[in-house]
Nanobody
């Protein structure tokens, strides 16, 4: 069983930065693929970025060059550094874990609001 707790959301002006953090529990963290998703108001949840167990990263086109995902396996943490934020980045951001066993886990979400 994996539990995920996000933190770091908030209100920021356009052009600003925020860093989201996700603390994970459970075993074999380093073997799991971690990701950040977001759900803007009235739309479906979408993948923002992912990082595999070996460190390979993948980003949505809309955030490439602005967001960076990273992980600290010793601390069981995953981060999303967001820069040059835009109002369209406003969403609830969710931490996701896809375990090496194929199970899917979600955090409770953290609100990010970017004002223009």
């Amino acid at each position: 069983q994996v539990q995920l707790v996000e933190s770091g959301g908030g209100l920021v002006q356009a052009g600003g930065s925020l860093r989201l953090s996700c603390a994970a529990s459970g075993s074999f963290f380093s073997l799991n693929t971690m990701a950040w998703y977001r759900q803007p108001p009235g739309t479906q949840r979408e993948l923002v970025a992912s990082i595999a167990s070996g460190g390979t990263t993948n980003y949505a086109d809309s955030v490439k060059g602005r967001f960076t995902i990273s992980r600290d396996n010793a601390k069981k943490m995953v981060y999303l550094q967001m820069s040059s934020l835009k109002p369209e980045d406003t969403a609830v951001y969710y931490c996701n874990c896809r375990s090496f066993r194929g199970n899917n886990y979600w955090g409770q979400g953290t609100q990010v609001t970017v004002s223009s």
